[in-house]
């Protein structure tokens, strides 16, 4: 089985923009490509693999047919496919909303909950987001802003720019503003609660759901126990720099600006996932090779052994 580039699945949310369209060469009849989902096997948007053998299949079809192999030991814990990578354009503010764990998301949704991490690919000058609570507040206090309409008020408001890293644990209340594009490196689940959506409608004039109840039920009402944090260690090669952005126990993300070449190797342990933001280049191995350019996601299985990556890019590079 070789590395194989996946075709991803769209999202139109009415916040989104165009910039994956324009910038990233993404290809959709959507006027809005709010979201792409680059690694997916989740049933509200799975992906396609778009070359060798199996093109054609979904990537949920191969993984259903070869688990253990293709996904590697560290899977094992997972009673299915553990993470989902997205490219985020935010042009305009998304909901104030919060992520179920996984005991509170497997009783009530049937799916697991979600912690994730962002990158912040691009962004506007003076681009914000929201980020857990300025203090502790109490159930009665939440509950009573979200009905006055006065939550942003108590919300940890924190600047951002190019290159800025958050983890976001279940629980923590959160929200995207307008101007910033990420990559958010996710567990497999789309479980998400909103607590204010800024009074907008969808295209039939109807505002969209609310859910306050679970909202509550799942909330940290205090600030956040991480700081955002600046990019961790980097690993300086004769033809790269690979940089820590997060690990935990559902993955580890690195970034990784190639100038020439890194040799890298899939053990039996897990798959690797490459996203790349920037430049062009090329994935080689014994006996092959696959091109590369920004916005595509590429995919190599478990135990596939030495690769290389040459060029001149920036990718995302994520494993179990």
């Known amino acids: ?26 290809q959709s009849d959507l006027d809005i490509v709010a979201e792409s989902w680059e690694l997916s096997c989740h049933r509200d948007g799975e992906n396609i693999i778009q070359n060798g053998e199996f093109a054609g299949m979904t990537l949920t079809e191969l993984v259903e047919q070869d688990q253990n192999g293709l996904l590697g030991s560290n899977c094992d814990q997972f009673t299915y496919f553990p993470i989902l990578i997205k490219l985020i354009d935010a042009r305009e503010d998304l909901s104030i909303q919060v992520h179920p764990d996984n005991d509170y998301a497997l009783r009530v949704e049937g799916e697991y ?43 940890n408001e924190v600047p951002v720019s190019k290159g800025s890293v958050f983890f976001i644990e279940a629980g923590t209340i959160h929200a995207i503003k307008g101007g910033i594009l990420i990559a958010e490196i996710q567990q497999n689940s789309n479980t998400t609660y909103r607590v204010y959506d800024y009074g907008r409608t969808d295209a039939q004039g109807k505002q969209r759901e609310l859910h306050v109840d679970k909202a509550i039920d799942v909330t940290t009402l205090r600030k956040p126990a991480r700081e955002p944090k600046p990019q961790g260690e980097t690993v300086h090669g004769a033809g790269f720099d690979s940089t820590l952005l997060a690990s935990c126990t559902y993955f ?16 039996g342990t897990s798959f690797h996932s490459l996203l790349v933001l920037d430049g062009e280049g090329s994935l080689t191995w014994d ?19 030495k690769y290389a990556v040459q060029g001149t890019l920036q990718a995302i590079f994520t494993r179990i």
Not at 130 to 140: D, L
Not at 254 to 261: F, N
Not at 288 to 305: H, W, Y
């Open 1 to 26: 089985m070789v590395p194989f580039k996946l075709k991803p699945a769209f999202k139109d949310y009415i916040w989104g923009g165009s910039r994956l369209k324009t910038e990233f060469g993404k």
């Open 252 to 267: 580890t993300v690195s970034l990784l600006q190639v100038c020439d070449r890194v040799e890298l190797a899939a053990d």
């Open 113 to 155: 909950g979600k912690t994730e991490m962002w990158y912040v690919v691009d962004c506007e000058e003076n681009a914000t987001l929201y980020y857990g609570f300025k203090q502790e507040i109490s159930k009665e206090e939440f509950r009573r802003r979200i009905e006055q309409g006065t939550l942003l008020e108590v919300l």
């Open 287 to 305: 006996g092959g090779s696959l091109s590369c350019r920004k916005g595509d996601s590429l995919f190599i299985p478990a135990g596939f052994g």
